[in-house]
């Protein structure tokens, strides 16, 4: 390995006050692991469209499917994981069941995401 290009701390001392500030901050493990779950939900493309499209509108698995061009079992598959995750729910209306975000939380994390990348 070349290590003429690796970045790496030619320093030896420690900077305490640093150290401290984050070190007092840093979020519990148990916190960080759910964290590392919601993001990993966001790691898949279907998901993503869906996630998008319910920013914009309320829809059935139908309209879902129809606007993916994928079968309703596998739109109900992703749902499901969204559901879970707490990122998608849903209401009745008679034999319809609509999905919408859960919260605008989660239409906040995907406009910064397609901020970031759009940079």
């Given at each position: 390995?070349?290590?003429?290009?690796?970045?790496?701390?030619?320093?030896?001392?420690?900077?305490?006050?640093?150290?401290?500030?984050?070190?007092?901050?840093?979020?519990?493990?148990?916190?960080?692991?759910?964290?590392?779950?919601?993001?990993?939900?966001?790691?898949?493309?279907?998901?993503?469209?869906?996630?998008?499209a319910l920013s914009i509108e309320e829809m059935c698995v139908c309209d879902?499917?129809?606007?993916?061009?994928?079968?309703?079992?596998?739109?109900?598959?992703?749902?499901?994981?969204?559901?879970?995750?707490?990122?998608?729910?849903?209401?009745?209306?008679?034999?319809?069941?609509?999905?919408?975000?859960d919260d605008d939380h989660i239409r906040s994390v995907l406009k910064q995401?397609f901020d970031h990348v759009m940079e």
């Amino acid at each position: 390995m070349d290590n003429k290009n690796t970045e790496i701390c030619s320093c030896y001392s420690i900077h305490e006050d640093a150290l401290k500030h984050v070190k007092n901050d840093l979020p519990k493990e148990e916190i960080l692991f759910q964290l590392a779950d919601f993001f990993k939900i966001f790691g898949d493309s279907t998901r993503l469209k869906i996630l998008y499209a319910l920013s914009i509108e309320e829809m059935c698995v139908c309209d879902i499917s129809n606007l993916l061009n994928m079968s309703q079992s596998a739109i109900s598959h992703q749902l499901k994981t969204l559901r879970q995750s707490k990122l998608v729910k849903f209401r009745r209306d008679g034999k319809v069941v609509y999905y919408s975000l859960d919260d605008d939380h989660i239409r906040s994390v995907l406009k910064q995401g397609f901020d970031h990348v759009m940079e």
